[in-house]
């Protein structure tokens, strides 16, 4: 892989003309592998109206935030690589985690499909799908505690609700204005009405808190833990956080190839359909994927991307509205 200057990206209209646009870095990323930018780095997007992140007219637009600043990078694929550019005082160490979110550090080469057809026919079409990393951990752990045991849509509202209140707005030609999550004190002091506004149940507001008031010490413990299992050992150490957000935790800020959500409403049911034609509960689930070890996690996305999964049988679960009560 490599970086080198690249042309500039199409210019898009500023949503807010009284805004100032900061002046943009690029660069242009030509990974030394297949990359499927959409299902690669759209995968972090939490849902549509996710504040953190806009896809339109095939460019990723993604605030985060950095050590020296919060920022907007946009992505686009073209034939010579993915042309990437940032705003905001954190522009250069947004660029700098474009090949690690590109899956850099991933290695779909060293999968072996074995003698399942339907996996070896979607790791065949899917060459380019690579699991990344967002490295935003403090924003992954929070989404991921959001989304416990509640529908996508909940957890997603919540998450809309959350950071556009109280996180920080960062000026870019984004076709919508994009905000960057709240800093890790800022989640700490966010007042009981506003989670339960957002329809964030006590339990789940808790356990961000609690994560929040342990600073930059859990972070650091997390980031430098040697592997999965002692990253696994840090997370579950925190009240209310189980197996089920450790491994979306690993998944989405270190691109774990081998983790499994175990817990999860559906994952069990899909799984079970694409490997053995019938559902399965989670100790059937993580018997069929047994003879992936390692790579469990992949097999898991090629199962999505590729449609293996279960049919929807009924009307989306309408979920339940607590906050007037």
Known sequence: MTFSPPRTLPRRPVADRSVRVPPRVETR???????DLMRTVGFHRRGGTDPTMHIAGGVIWRALRTSAGPAVLALRQGADGVLAAAWGS????????VPRLCGAEDHPERFDPGDNPL??????????????SSEGLTEVIVSAVLEQK???????????????????????????????????????????????????????SRTI?????????????VRNAPDAAERERVLTSL???????????????????????????????????????????????????AP??????????????????????????HPEDHRGR
């Open 29 to 35: 990323y030509r990974p030394a592998h297949e990359l």
């Open 292 to 317: 992936w070890a390692g790579q469990r996690q992949r097999v898991i996305r090629l199962i999505g991307v590729a449609g293996l999964g279960e049919p929807r049988r009924a009307p989306r679960l």
């Open 119 to 132: 996996i070896a026919e979607a790791h065949r079409r899917h060459p380019g799908l690579r699991i990344g």
């Open 90 to 97: 954190g522009a250069a160490e947004a660029l700098d985690t």
């Open 209 to 221: 808190v609690s994560a929040a008031s342990r600073g930059s010490s859990l972070l650091d413990a």
């Open 150 to 204: 509640v529908t996508a849509m909940q957890a997603y509202g919540a998450w809309r609700s959350l950071v556009t209140r109280f996180g920080e707005t960062v000026p870019s030609p984004a076709p919508r204005p994009l905000r960057v999550a709240p800093t890790w004190d800022q989640w700490r002091r966010i007042p009981s009405w506003a989670w339960h506004r957002a329809g964030v149940e006590p339990p789940q």
């Open 239 to 289: 009240t209310g956080v189980g197996p089920w957000t450790s491994a979306e935790i690993r998944i989405r800020a270190f691109g774990d190839p081998d983790a499994v959500s175990v817990g999860d409403f559906h994952l069990a049911h899909h799984v079970g359909h694409a490997l053995a034609g019938r559902r399965t509960d989670d100790a059937g689930m993580l018997r069929l994927l």
